[in-house]
């Protein structure tokens, strides 16, 4: 299984550009989270889904948006990049089965806003 | 509302010696903790977690942590650190039955002298 995979690893984005961060699991999960890590912030829910086609907000939803059409795929969409977004961006899932939500996480993808 | 604190931000120990690394929490229930680590440019791993029952954990790659709740803490220990333990460590708070819920330590990163 490869788990949990992420793309891209870097990218870089100039102001008031868009892109869509992937993210896939293989493992069949229901739950599925979308992270940002700033430095000596730990890390920061954005969005979080509970199965295809439910999503909800997390902690720092504002500029970007998700969507969850199959059980594997769990995008995450920033429409006009600012600097602030500037962070790592991991997604991480946990299966309906564990009552702990222990959660897997994917390998990062680091995005610069200039 | 749930925090976790990690009063140490990096911490440095020479290789064999033991290591402490402490976890504080704040929650009104009995919790899910967990302690994950990250190598450098990797995702979060798990180590090890308590759900329920006993209070001393054991992980992977020779890990415990001990639940007190009447200190609020669940601090990770290993007896001899080896030099591929260095990376950033992360304390969560996780709460049943509320999967979007888990709330992240900042961090703390760990050197260790050969």
């Known amino acids: 299984n490869a788990g949990v995979t992420q793309t891209p690893k870097f990218r870089i984005l100039k102001i008031g550009q868009s892109m869509t961060l992937q993210c896939t699991q293989d493992?069949?999960?229901?739950?599925m989270y979308w992270y940002r890590q700033d430095p000596g912030m730990g890390l920061k829910l954005i969005y979080y889904?509970?199965?295809?086609?439910?999503?909800d907000k997390g902690e720092v939803p504002n500029g970007y948006n998700v969507s969850r059409s199959t059980t594997e795929d769990f995008p995450l969409r920033l429409e006009l990049a600012a600097p602030s977004q500037t962070s790592v961006y991991f997604c991480?899932?946990?299966?309906?089965?564990?009552?702990?939500?222990?959660?897997?996480f994917g390998p990062g993808t680091r995005l610069t806003v200039t | 509302a749930q925090s976790v604190t990690q009063p140490d931000i990096h911490i440095t120990v020479s290789e064999g010696a033991s290591l402490e690394l402490r976890c504080n929490y704040s929650?009104?229930?009995?919790?899910?903790l967990f302690w994950y680590v990250q190598s450098p440019g990797q995702g979060l791993q798990l180590l090890l977690k308590?759900?329920?029952?006993?209070?001393l954990v054991q992980g992977i790659k020779g890990f415990e942590a001990e639940f007190k709740r009447s200190q609020s803490s669940f601090n990770l220990r290993k007896p001899s650190v080896h030099w591929s333990d260095a990376a950033e460590y992360f304390c969560?708070?996780?709460?049943?039955?509320?999967?979007?819920?888990?709330?992240f330590g900042p961090g703390t990163s760990l050197s260790v002298i050969p």
């Open positions: 991480a899932s946990s299966p309906l089965a564990d009552p702990s939500y222990e959660q897997y």
């Open positions: 493992m069949n999960h229901n739950y």
């Open positions: 889904s509970v199965g295809a086609g439910i999503t």
């Open positions: 929650y009104g229930a009995t919790p899910y």
């Open positions: 308590y759900f329920s029952g006993d209070t």
């Open positions: 969560a708070v996780g709460k049943k039955t509320s999967y979007d819920k888990v709330i």
